[in-house]
Nanobody, 117 residues
Framework: QVQLVESGGGLVQAGGSLRLSCAAS????????MGWYRQANGKQRELVAT???????TYADSMKGRFTISRDNAKNTVYLQMNSLKPEDTAVYYC???????????WGQGTQVTVSS
């Protein structure tokens, strides 16, 4: 079993910044992919960014240049630095950990990010 606990969400004005954290505990394999996804009201969950345990990153096009994903493997923690936030970034942000091609995939409970105009 794996537990993921997100933190760092909140209310911020447009143009501001937030840093999300997600700490994983339990059975953590040395190779995994950790990621951030988000879901706005009435919309499907969408990819924000992912990072492998080796440090390879991927981003959704709309987040490139504004968001930065990073991780601390020693702490099994993934971070999401969000800059130049826009009202359309308002959503619940979820972190996950997975091993692609396997049934090993776990999600956090989500953290609300609200960007006011």
């Amino acid at each position: 079993q794996v537990q993921l606990v997100e933190s760092g969400g909140g209310l911020v004005q447009a143009g501001g910044s937030l840093r999300l954290s997600c700490a994983a505990s339990g059975i953590i394999f040395s190779y995994n992919v950790m990621g951030w996804y988000r879901q706005a009201n009435g919309k499907q969950r969408e990819l924000v960014a992912t990072i492998t345990s080796g440090g390879r990153t991927t981003y959704a096009d709309s987040m490139k240049g504004r968001f930065t994903i990073s991780r601390d493997n020693a702490k099994n923690t993934v971070y999401l630095q969000m800059n130049s936030l826009k009202p359309e970034d308002t959503a619940v942000y979820y972190c996950n950990v997975e091993r692609p091609g396997t049934s090993y995939i776990y999600w956090g409970q989500g953290t609300q990010v609200t960007v006011s105009s």
